[in-house]
């Protein structure tokens, strides 16, 4: 059974830090791209951040992350992350993991950023 489950979520100040986890299992994680997505309520979902399968996935962001959002992924533990830095009130949302091929979503974390 395919699981992504996020954690890491959280309040941080604007100019803050924050690192989210996307934990996986139930399927061959090396070998597929995975995704960061976020959803502002009342808005569609955002395509974050992409990493491609393997050691030396290929990644990419959104241009409103480029910069300050990092996305990586620990073969060997079946995990992902999002290193987030320098964070804009804008970037509050509900952030989710998503294996593109199996159209598998995980629950998602919250990330609120306030003063």
């Known amino acids: 059974q395919v699981q992504l489950v996020e954690s890491g979520g959280g309040l941080v100040q604007p100019g803050g830090s924050l690192r989210l986890s996307c934990s996986a299992s139930g399927f061959d994680f090396t070998i597929y791209a995975m995704m960061w997505y976020r959803q502002i309520p009342g808005k569609e979902r955002e395509l974050v951040a992409r990493i491609g399968g393997g050691s030396r996935g290929r990644k990419t962001y959104a241009e409103s992350v480029k910069g300050r959002f990092t996305v990586s992924r620990d073969n060997e533990k079946n995990m992902m992350f999002l290193e987030m830095s320098s964070l804009l009130i804008n970037d509050t949302a509900v952030y989710y993991c998503?294996?593109?091929?199996?159209?598998?979503w995980g629950k998602g974390t919250l990330v609120t950023v306030s003063s």
């Open positions: 998503h294996a593109p091929t199996l159209n598998h």
